[in-house]
């Protein structure tokens, strides 16, 4: 079907004589992005199988592939989407330079546990990462903003604090693959709050600063021939080509669902990936799930149903506060 949704509406309307517009209002800005927002997180909560397609490529080849790919898909949407002049203004900004830098350095270590996680058979402690790192970045607001918790939320940390000792004693050692992927991923926050700049531009720029390393290390693979781009078919190469596409798209989703509904929809949302993740880990990858750990994951959860919680009463209260002196 070729034709756009209006001449196709049109056409529908013409053959039922009746005008289709009348009967279906179009989405609200705020419908488009909780849609889009929940695309977003859908597809990284989907990510362990789009990873393990990949194989017989191990992590670093694979996270290569992502970087250099990455670079191209992003090039092209930084001039698709007329970009470049906020390209330049960050090569010119020292501040940013050098936070952008360190948030690829960090960005790279996210990508590369997460890659690890899935490939090493750790689909579950992947998830515990994305479960804790809402927890972690506001730990990480108090200890480098110094902003100041609730109560309330002192306790939801001190939950989740107790979660990884328990999942420390099942394991036998810290669950590191989750510490990584949220101690990274919070930090990588935290470095682009500072920053403040565009989420295109800055991801172009990230994969600049990652490019050379990463190209180096393929061309390395390809000379001592441990390659898989070129040695496991035409499908494979492909894959590890799409690899910046399945960055983009997530990204694209996420930065559109921003503008259009409210972070409080965005922090309720950021929920599906990691449920995702674990439902894979459990369902798909047949992850074993000790008494121990079903512990330590509950105290994750009760952990954020408490801050969640609190977080909507506390904003809830701002905006009454707000109101009434609006009125008065």
């Known amino acids: 079907m070729t034709c756009s949704a209006g001449p196709c509406l049109s056409g529908v309307s013409a053959a039922y004589g ?31 199988l789009y990873w393990t397609l990949l194989e017989p490529a191990g992590a670093l080849e694979i996270l290569a592939h992502r970087v250099c790919w990455s670079l191209v898909t992003m090039v092209a949407l930084t001039l ?16 940013v330079l050098l936070l952008l830098t360190a948030a690829a ?51 939801a940390i001190a939950l989740a604090g107790l979660a990884v000792v328990v999942l420390t004693v099942d394991y036998g050692h810290p669950p590191w693959v989750a510490v990584l992927l949220a101690g990274s991923f919070g930090t990588y926050g935290l470095m682009k709050k500072k920053a ?9 720029f990230e994969t600049v600063v990652l490019v050379p390393l990463a190209l180096g290390y393929l061309v390395w693979l390809g000379v001592a021939g441990r390659s898989t781009f070129g040695s ?42 990691p449920t995702l993740q674990f439902a894979l880990g459990l369902i798909v990858f047949g992850e074993q799930m000790t008494p121990v750990k079903w512990v330590g994951f509950g105290l994750v959860w009760v952990a954020l149903v408490v801050f969640t919680v609190e977080t909507l009463q506390h904003r ?9 002196a609006a009125a008065v």
């Open 18 to 48: 009746s005008d289709v517009s009348r009967t279906r209002e179009p989405r609200t800005a705020a419908q488009q992005g909780f849609l889009l927002g929940a695309a977003a997180y859908a597809m990284w909560g989907l990510f362990p």
């Open 80 to 95: 698709l989407l007329r970009r470049t002049p906020q390209l330049r203004a960050i090569l010119r900004d020292r501040r």
């Open 316 to 324: 809830r209260e701002q905006l009454r506060m707000s109101a009434e």
């Open 232 to 273: 496991e078919g035409g499908g494979h190469a492909a894959l590890l080509v799409s690899t910046g596409l399945i960055t983009a798209v997530p990204l694209i989703c996420f930065g559109a669902a921003a503008t259009r509904v409210s972070m409080t929809t965005i922090g309720l949302l950021q929920y599906l990936a």
């Open 196 to 204: 403040d700049v565009g989420a295109v531009e800055s991801l172009t």
């Open 105 to 155: 350095v960090v960005i790279a270590f996210n990508w590369g546990g997460f890659i690890y996680g899935v490939n090493a058979g750790r689909v579950v402690e992947v998830s515990l990462g994305y479960f804790i790192n809402p927890l972690v970045t506001v730990l990480l607001g108090v200890l480098v903003l110094g902003e100041r918790l609730r109560p309330v939320q002192w306790a």
